[in-house]
């Protein structure tokens, strides 16, 4: 496991070159996007609640994202990166579990979120991540999500400046990397780029530049999130919705073919 650790973490050092993660949903789409040349692979905590039956933000208890975690890992050769949210919970000691548990199913990073709750509250749960981390021997790559920009948290002039705050505060507690969902004007990117120590991640939003100019902004990890199971799930609608209506055959287009599908496994 150290190994994918140490080849997680070089894969955010390629300077001019972001990290790019199809975010996969369950074991099937992580196979599939690691056949497809993925150098790592990294959940959507929205696709994983929504494919087993639950709510985003907060609602799939920790148990269910470690099973899931598992059952991804199992069919891995690349690198694993687990979102799990806010961690599930708001003590820092019981995240710190939470996290210790999924370095056992085979991660070796993590997506830890602010959300609407303070700075002060992810810095903690950082802290202890690493504290028992270390006791064990063992660590895992803590990708910081500040939802600055994502919640509007602060107006659009103060947002760069809060970013860089919280950033500071993560970074003294011992994280791995920054990620900042929908940051998109470059100049923006860049002063973010400037201040910070940590390696960039960036989401797929629209009127982001592409990964070859983010790269030249210095941006070395770019996530798709939950874009790829979003647009499954629209196309799924309108492929059931037609079979339903008429029962034909031919509303069941466009498949991948069985054997392609056994290969993968």
Known sequence: MSDRLATFRQLHTHKGQPLLLPNAWDAGSARLFESLGAKAIATTSAGVAWALGYADGGKMPADVAIQLA???????????????ENGYSDEPAQVAETVLRLIDAGAVGINLEDGQKPAALLAGKIEKIKAECAKRGVDIFVNARTDV??????????????TLSRAALYTAAGVDGLFVPAVVEPEQIKAIVADISLPLNVLAWEGLPNAAELGKLGVS?????????????AQAEQMAKGFLEGGRSEDLKGQMAYSQLQGLF
């Open 70 to 84: 598992a059952n991804v890992a199992r069919v891995l050769t690349v690198p694993l990166s687990v979102d799990i």
């Open 149 to 162: 920009f994502l919640a509007g948290l602060v107006d659009k002039p103060a947002r760069v400046t809060e």
């Open 221 to 233: 990890r770019l996530s798709a999130g939950s874009g790829i199971p979003q647009a499954l799930w």
